[in-house]
């Protein structure tokens, strides 16, 4: 049971690239959620999905993009990278029927 | 606005000292809180949820509506308690889950 697992670990991009990030869960959970995590700021809730098919916006979510087409898979996209996007990066999911959320391990991702 | 603020970004104690991380919020309603930790090279992890009240690795946290706090004490402070921690509250309807965390405070336990 690897619970929730993120690919890649690492990322340097130059500006105006583009990627995406890939969240993976194994506990069948039905709510996933992509945070940013930046120093004196906490973690910022980027976008989020309720189940397989949908998605929402969170607090942050300008600049990204992001697909659920797998109940397991939650993928988050940066189509033109900008400095500001500099960050480590967290996937979380949880069970509707509960309040906690599993984080992954998280990515750091760097904007040139 | 809801909002979550932990003031203090270090917090830096000896080995045996009681520790307290303050956090307050900003919420209309009944709030649903939570700590949750990050030690070093580890997942973040939930510790402490409010409605629970319990007490995981000899931490609690009580709330207190009148102050708006969810402060988290512990009495005497261990080196392996060092790490980041973040307080977090659930945002809006809790059908979603979404958190607001803090902005984090990182503890210090020294020998």
């Known amino acids: 049971n690897a619970g929730v697992t993120q690919t890649p670990k690492f990322r340097v991009l130059k500006t105006g690239q583009s990627m995406t990030l890939l969240c993976a869960q194994d506990?069948?959970?039905?709510?996933m959620y992509w945070y940013r995590q930046d120093p004196g700021m906490g973690l910022r809730l980027i976008h989020y999905s309720v189940g397989e098919g949908t998605t929402a916006k969170g607090e942050v979510p300008d600049g990204y993009n992001v697909s659920r087409l797998k109940k397991q898979n939650f993928l988050l996209g940066l189509e033109s990278a900008a400095p500001s996007q500099t960050s480590v990066y967290f996937c979380?999911?949880?069970?509707?029927?509960?309040?906690?959320?599993?984080f992954g391990p998280g990515t750091r991702l760097t904007v040139t | 606005a809801q909002r979550v603020t932990q003031p203090e970004k270090l917090l830096s104690v000896f080995k045996g000292a009681p520790v307290e991380l303050k956090c307050n919020y900003s919420?209309?309603?009944?709030?649903?809180l939570f700590w949750y930790v990050q030690y070093s090279r580890q997942r973040l992890q939930l510790l402490l949820r409010?409605?629970s009240r319990e007490s995981i690795k000899g931490f609690t946290a009580d709330l207190n509506k009148g102050e708006t706090s969810f402060h988290l004490k512990k009495p005497f402070a261990q080196e392996e308690d060092s790490a980041m921690y973040y307080c977090a509250l659930v945002s809006g309807s809790s059908n979603t889950g979404k958190l607001i965390f803090g902005q984090g405070t990182t503890l210090q336990v020294k020998p």
């Open positions: 506990m069948n959970h039905e709510y």
């Open positions: 409010h409605i």
């Open positions: 979380a999911s949880k069970n509707s029927d509960s309040y906690e959320q599993y």
């Open positions: 919420y209309s309603g009944s709030p649903e």
